[in-house]
């Protein structure tokens, strides 16, 4: 079946701008999780939710970044007064709770440029 | 906090074996995880081994984990061109939490 998928691919955007970042997780996955990366990083994570509620959003910088999961299915990340600093690739994952590992599979990621 | 350490870079002739190192802190790691990132692409899950398991074998890859010394290590057997990428080490301490991933090591392999 489908992977997640992750939209847009590019983001160009200027600072103080907002953007929206969407993703579509596996279906039937009940776990989401947003994580950033920075170039020469590893992923960082900022937030995850079970079903619609997010169950930990302590990797969140700060109140310019909220994410919502209204369906328990897509989720988007919002992203307020952007900064030159926000610049990163942000990845998404889902994985199936309940299963032996729990095991994340990651989309492709949105690459995000502020200017 | 949790810390995930590696190094950052390793270059192999095609044909040889592969090891690339990690080292963790977090002494409540329950499950560690390999994943490779291909120049512009996403994270692609290689394996992963549980705490409780010293080794695990899964065809040209053999995971390793020294629980005492919080160590773990993957071993790519007869390396190819295809397997240069960034090779990342994550942990969780519970199934279903937030992953900690390193910085990432960076395979280059020459034929």
């Known amino acids: 079946g489908a992977g997640v998928s992750q939209t847009p691919s590019n983001k160009v955007t200027e600072k103080g701008k907002y953007v929206e970042l969407r993703c579509d997780p596996i279906s039937g996955h009940t776990a989401l999780y947003w994580y950033r990366q920075s170039l020469g990083q590893g992923p960082e994570f900022l937030i995850y939710?079970?079903?619609?509620?997010?169950?930990?959003d302590s990797g969140l910088p700060n109140d310019r970044f909220f994410a919502v999961r209204p369906e328990g299915s897509v989720s988007t990340l919002k992203i307020q007064r952007t900064e030159r600093g926000d610049s990163a690739v942000y990845l998404c994952?889902?994985?199936?709770?309940?299963?032996?590992?729990?095991?994340?599979?990651f989309g492709p990621g949105t690459r995000l440029t502020v200017l | 906090g949790e810390d995930v350490e590696q190094s950052l870079f390793l270059s192999v002739r095609e044909g040889d074996s592969s090891v690339i190192n990690c080292t963790y802190t977090d002494s409540s790691s329950t499950y560690l995880y390999w994943y490779k990132q291909e120049p512009g692409a996403g994270l692609q899950l290689l394996t992963y081994i549980f705490s409780n398991m010293d080794m695990k074998q899964d065809q040209r890859l053999t995971v390793l984990l020294n629980k005492k010394d919080k160590h773990l290590s993957l071993r790519i057997a007869d390396t190819q061109t295809g397997d240069s990428a960034i090779y990342f080490c994550a942990e969780s301490s519970q199934a279903g939490t937030a992953l900690i991933f390193g910085k990432g090591t960076t395979l280059s392999v020459s034929s």
């Open positions: 994952a889902s994985s199936l709770l309940g299963g032996n590992t729990d095991t994340q599979y």
């Open positions: 939710f079970q079903g619609t509620g997010a169950a930990d």
